[in-house]
């Protein structure tokens, strides 16, 4: 692997072949820069390398790195990952994205928990989509209610929907995963067309980004082919 800004000069240009290969406008396609794991100075060459969208799973280790980048001004937080309801007033005041709402009570503690001064919180719906037992995410049946529902929370914006496909399929039964919550999405902004801007697909990571965007991805959330492998947690 190259350093982490080669790495993500290949990744961007990764990005934009498959952008080109799917005959979908250039830069409709955003990088997220998954740093769970990544320490404050992995982050610090990322961002001098322009990178300012990046992906934390885990909140304190998140508060932590934003508390030593603060000297970094525009970076754009997005919180990537499984949400205790207890945790949900320091994700709606530090993120402005969060890619992993699962359900109704999330939403409501992030509304009502989201500052007033500050503009919405982006959200999107994870989604179970290959119904895997122990994975998070709300059923593709939950979505009607959860989008109404949601749809009355001022605090939020609902920008879309997320998934992570069970990684051991094979490329077709991948492609049509990533589909399947790209017809999803089709669907909800055609029967909820006021419940937010529903323009996200937040899907595809390192092995995968190619098919998500042939699908429709509008982030692809990228971690290992920009940082190298997966650091061990401390
Ligand atoms: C770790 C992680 C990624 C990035 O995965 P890579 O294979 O390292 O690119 C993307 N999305 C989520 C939710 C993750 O936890």
């Not at 970076?75 to 359900?103: C, E, L, M, Y």
């Not at 049509?176 to 790209?182: D, Q």
């Not at 990228?222 to 061990?232: D, E, N, Q």
């Amino acid at each position: 692997m190259g350093s982490i800004a080669d790495n993500l000069g290949s990744v961007t240009r990764l990005i934009q072949k498959a952008t080109l290969q799917a005959g979908r406008e250039p830069g409709s396609v955003s990088l997220l820069a998954v740093s769970k794991t990544r320490t404050a100075q992995e982050l610090r060459e990322a961002v001098a390398a322009g990178q300012r969208a990046f992906g934390e799973n885990y909140l304190q280790e998140a508060l932590d790195k934003m508390a030593e980048l603060h000297d970094l001004k525009d970076i754009d937080w997005h919180f990537i990952g499984p949400i205790q309801s207890n945790k949900t007033r320091q994700i709606a005041s530090a993120f402005s994205w969060v890619h992993s709402v699962d359900r109704l009570k999330v939403a409501r503690r992030l509304n009502e928990q989201r500052e007033t001064g500050l503009a919405p919180l982006n959200i999107c719906l994870q989604v179970n989509i290959n119904n895997e037992p122990s994975k998070s995410g709300c059923q593709p049946e939950e979505l009607p209610e959860l989008v109404s529902q949601i749809s009355l929370l001022p605090g939020l914006s609902l920008r879309g929907l997320m998934a992570i496909p069970d990684p051991d399929q094979t490329e077709p039964a991948l492609s049509a995963s990533f589909r399947k919550l790209a017809n999803t999405l089709k669907e909800l902004r055609q029967e909820h067309p006021k419940a937010g801007p529903l323009d996200t697909l937040s899907m595809g990571m390192s092995g995968d980004l190619e098919l998500a965007i042939a699908a429709g991805a509008t982030w692809v959330r990228i971690g290992t082919a920009i940082f190298g492998g997966r650091a061990p947690k401390s």
